[in-house]
């Protein structure tokens, strides 16, 4: 659109609908495999009573794919009166210089398959004023016409033009929501109309859809590139409708025709395709065709012609798509008929998963860097693999120590790990002399069995200091240096400054600094505003990042051009004392502690130590923050598995005073009242359920032989053989900090868990500012003492009540609290979107990823269905990834030894073999698991490493115990796992390489 150089109101008028669009009345289509609805349109005729009836009838199929999932029960009552469409008021607009002051175009209507809900309305916004500016609150309000159809006209004054713009579909409910549709690629082409009315037929383009996986970043720009194929059809001078269809899993040389009963479409002759076009960065195949001569209704569908052959290859569906919209000399039609009706789960990739600093090369410094991903492309590459994917990789330098291994516990969630750094890659003809220096200490690193974090941080920040000495005014001049600082200065300057005073006061805990303890951008612009001016200190942050970011650009560039994608890792959480935290406090709860509650693998839940989101805080800015972190994400990768998933629908919370996570709750939740209580009929005392119940039988049963001892220094006595806990040691942060300075033994360790225990040992947790009215159920409430000391007719009206908390209530709220936050996140990125579901997985959960298109995590020990022990990769849906183990598990030989009764029922029930199982996991075993998931209909198997090398017993490492990555009930476990065998020799290997490069092959991955 032109410069607006005066703007004066002008009335755009609206038809009243059975003007415009008489009803649908054929029989709606379906794509079978999608449920995909398919536009039909009528003659342009006027409407009676009696056609309303019957377009309301024309389907009683609901489509499920264009049914919001809320109020999906309710649907809207056909038109039975004429509705007249509210006039529109909007600005004038001035056309480009180029383009023509008179127009021949006077109408534009919008016809949109889509079945409501009661209370639901339907508008289009895009990138005109016409539909809004983008704008939701001033988008064009669509009308409704019967049920499965909504439609609206906008007349545009005499002599005005309009020029091309973006759009697309929204619906919001009675409460005021918005449910947008996925995608940008609904378009309006005035270069390609010349009409007085143009009428756009649309379908609604639904996140959940399979198909639409595919124009995600990963697929379109490295799986699937290689298949377009170039083709044009034959433009008539004069065409009366435009056909659009998506097909995005066509093969090298397959284009789509048209085919169909009209004589322009050949009479349904396969010889004769009239093949559609697209450009290769366009989503649509278009043709334009002339029907105004033709006999309607037009039957038709589309097929795949290989051009190559000249050979027919399939056609879509069994039933016709039809059109009974006769062409006429002022009218245009353009149909967008979505999705084509072709097998849509034909691609199955696999990929290998495992830390960059897990990674071992003949050229690395003791641990994996960004530059041995090359090598893991080639390897990957070489045996048939598609995704290499990676942990998180962000900078966690908190105290220099390694603590900071943790790598979910980033400082930035911006900023990359200076431990990754390739040294020989920052360094230049000058300084390239100092890294002979450095070849005794790398030699020495490079052959130890694990990553000695400390040394090697040290190392290499030593290095890079003296390399930037020489090089800060040179590197700093750079266009290519000066674009990086731009576009990422909104974290670089904080990070920076936030790294230089973490060292100058000693610790990451900002609170504590005596300067700058309270981020103020002005005053951190006096010592970070540019490169040039900033301290030695802040302005080294700035050189390392940059070549940090060089690296693993240049790590993933080189993936893409061998076909192969990465897919990295964002955390759910922040690091408490982290320059995200400092920067802007408001965005999180820092009162607060974020983690898990218990399970299998931690039975007294998870504690992180993050303070958890203020998600009403982030979205009054629209997720600004998210949307951020999701742009410095796609530098560097096409897909992201988000840690954690479950904490968008709610997070276990924890308090403060707590150091377990089995003291936590689900925030948000809705609570149980005191009133639900009383009316269940349970009248005890509310200090009995709320406060820590001892008796001397707890004593007993939780210190053993040392219980005289926690009776005289931690209890005091409340009545016969009834304890309380001293106020100095009532909470568990409170036992921690006492037993912090004494001496490590067996017997203050038995006392500090047993306190621990006995801090824990209660049933409801008081909900925060509810004046003793609002609680919430401590988790696995039947397994405290105090449950048990309860009669039985309590326990039984408690058990219910715990059911309903836990399983029933939340659901429906938990689910609006996700999509309040996941289809905004995922409209502002079209990387490929996989979240890590697992642990106690609401009922709510499936269905939103299902429908936002989020591919699930299955694992095989860890089933979602509480009835079975374990899950078969069979049983996998195709939007999922499959694997036997992740980085927070044993591998398949580690969890093989681990529980033999479990091992024996696996061996006979999901391996299908007789007899006793062996005790080790031998590699015909480890192989025949691998090929379980190798065959699954998942669209991914992804595979730990270690699980692959474990197929051959020549290569794999003897102990499997050491290939362990993290003990997620250990807070303070020490993330040094490394590949025993470099990449170099993984290269070598041809009779490993080879057998499994036959089994991914095979399987069609």
Not at 157 to 183: C, H, I, Q, W
Request: aromatic fraction near 12%; glycine fraction near 6%.
């Amino acid at each position: 659109m032109g410069t607006e150089k005066k703007q004066s109101k002008k009335k755009i008028s609206t038809k009243k609908v059975d003007e415009v669009l008489p009803p649908l009345k054929a029989e709606l289509q379906t794509n079978s495999q999608t449920d995909e609805p398919v536009i039909v349109t009528t003659p342009d005729k006027k409407v009676t009573t009696a056609d309303k009836k019957s377009a309301g009838k024309a389907s009683e199929k609901k489509q499920s794919s264009t049914i919001p999932a809320s109020n999906a029960g309710e649907i809207m009552q056909p038109i039975v009166e004429k509705k007249k469409l509210k006039k529109v008021k909007i600005k004038s607009f001035e056309p480009k210089e180029d383009v023509p002051q008179q127009s021949t175009l006077k109408r534009i209507s919008f016809q949109l398959k889509y079945h409501t809900s009661v209370g639901e309305n339907i508008f289009v916004t895009g990138s005109h004023p016409i539909v809004g500016n983008n704008n939701v609150e001033q988008a064009f309000a669509l009308e409704y016409l019967n049920e499965e159809y909504w439609v609206g006209t906008i007349d545009l004054p005499e002599g005005e033009s309009v020029d091309s713009f973006e759009y697309r579909y929204f619906v919001k409910d009675a409460s005021g929501n918005t449910n947008m549709e996925l995608g940008i690629d609904k378009f309006f082409d005035t270069s390609l109309f010349n009409a007085e009315e143009v009428r756009m037929l649309d379908t609604w383009s639904f996140s959940g859809q399979v198909e639409n996986t595919f124009f995600t970043e990963p697929f379109q720009n490295v799986l699937l590139k290689q298949n377009f194929t170039a083709t044009s059809s034959v433009e008539p001078t004069k065409y009366s409708h435009i056909f659009r269809v998506k097909a995005p899993l066509l093969a090298k040389n397959q284009v789509v025709a048209l085919y169909g009963s009209a004589a322009l479409l050949n009479k349904w002759d396969i010889t004769k395709p009239v093949l559609l076009s697209r450009k290769e960065d366009e989503h649509w195949w278009s043709v334009k065709i002339n029907l105004s001569n033709e006999a309607f209704p037009v039957t038709y569908k589309y097929g795949i012609y290989d051009i190559a052959t000249r050979q027919f290859v399939q056609m879509e569906g069994d039933k016709n798509r039809i059109i009974y919209d006769g062409g006429a000399s002022n009218k245009l039609s353009v149909v967008s008929d979505g999705f084509a009706i072709f097998p849509n789960n034909n691609f199955k990739g696999a990929g290998v998963a495992i830390p960059v600093f897990s990674l071992r090369s003949q050229q690395s410094f003791g641990v994996g860097e960004f530059n041995d991903m090359k090598l893991l492309v080639d390897w990957v590459k070489h045996v048939g693999l598609k995704v290499i994917q990676i942990l998180p990789v962000n900078d966690t330098i908190a105290t220099h120590s390694w603590v900071d291994s943790y790598p979910y516990a980033a400082i930035s969630a911006f900023a990359l790990h200076p431990l990754f750094l390739h040294l020989p890659s920052i360094t230049n003809n000058e300084n390239a002399d100092l890294l002979g220096g450095l070849e005794p200490l790398k030699n020495e690193l490079n052959s130890l069995d694990k990553v000695d974090y400390e040394r090697v941080l040290v190392a290499k920040l030593q290095f890079a200091q003296t390399v930037f000495a020489t090089q800060k005014n040179t590197i700093f001049q750079l266009a290519d240096f000066q674009s990086f600082f731009l576009e990422n200065r909104h974290w670089l300057v904080p990070y920076a400054a936030f790294s230089y005073l973490r060292d100058e006061y000693g610790t990451p805990d900002f609170s504590t600094w005596p300067k700058y303890n309270q981020y103020n951008e002005d005053e951190i612009k006096g010592i970070a505003s540019s490169p040039e001016e900033a301290i030695d200190a802040i302005a080294f942050q700035f050189f390392v990042q940059y070549h940090l970011h060089l690296q693993l650009k240049a790590a993933t560039e080189y993936a893409h051009q061998n076909g192969i994608i990465v897919k990295g890792d964002i955390p759910i959480g922040i690091y408490r004392n982290s320059s995200d935290a400092w920067q802007e406090p408001g965005l999180y709860n820092m009162n607060k502690q974020a983690g898990a509650p218990p399970d299998d693998f931690a039975i007294k839940g998870q504690n992180w130590g993050f303070p958890t989101y203020n998600w009403q805080r982030m979205q009054q800015d629209g997720f600004t923050w998210w949307k951020k972190r999701f742009a410095q994400m796609r530098y560097y990768f096409d897909a992201f598995r988000i840690d954690h998933i479950l904490g968008f629908f709610r997070i276990w919370s924890i308090p403060m005073h707590a150091v377990e996570g089995i003291l936590g709750n689900f925030v948000p939740a809705l609570p149980v009242y005191k009133s639900e209580l009383e009316e269940r009929g349970i009248h005890l005392d509310l200090h009995r359920l709320t406060s820590p119940y001892i008796n001397e039988g707890i004593v007993w049963e939780m210190f053993g032989d040392l219980a005289g001892k926690a009776k005289d220094e931690f209890l005091n006595i409340t009545g016969y053989e009834h304890y309380a806990l001293k106020p100095e040691f009532d909470t568990q942060r409170k036992v921690e900090k006492h037993f912090e300075h004494l001496q490590a033994s067996d017997e203050n360790h038995k006392l500090k868990y047993g306190l621990f225990n006995l801090i824990s040992n209660i049933i409801l947790l008081g909900a925060e500012d509810n004046e003793g009215q609002q609680f919430h159920f401590r988790i696995e409430m039947e397994g405290t003492a105090s449950f048990r000391y309860l009669n039985g007719d309590t326990q039984s009206k408690l058990k219910d009540l715990y059911v309903n908390y836990f399983f029933r209530r939340q659901d429906h709220y938990w689910r609006e609290q996700a999509m309040q936050k996941l289809p905004e996140l995922k409209r502002s990125t079209n990387m490929l979107i996989c979240g890590e579901d697992l642990g106690m997985v609401p009922d709510c959960v499936p269905g939103v990823m299902k429908q936002l298109g989020i591919l699930s995590l299955e694992i095989q020990r860890m089933p979602k269905d509480p009835t079975k022990e374990f899950f078969h990769p069979n049983d996998a849906p195709y939007l999922s990834v499959v694997t036997p183990s992740t980085h927070d598990m044993s591998t398949i030989r580690g969890w093989w030894e681990e529980d033999a009764a479990k091992t024996q029922r696996f061996y006979n029930h999901q391996l299908g073999k007789w007899g006793n199982a062996p005790f080790y996991c031998e590699p015909q075993l480890n192989t025949a698991i691998i090929i379980q998931h190798l065959y699954s209909p998942a669209m991914w198997s992804i595979f730990q490493l270690q699980d692959l090398l474990g197929m051959d017993g020549s290569i794999r490492r003897v102990n499997p115990n050491d290939e362990r990555i993290n003990v997620p009930a250990n807070p303070r476990h020490y993330w040094q796992y490394r590949m025993h065998l470099s990449l170099e020799d993984l290269l070598n290997h041809d009779g490993f390489n080879d057998v499994l490069r036959n089994y991914i092959v095979s399987s069609g991955r």
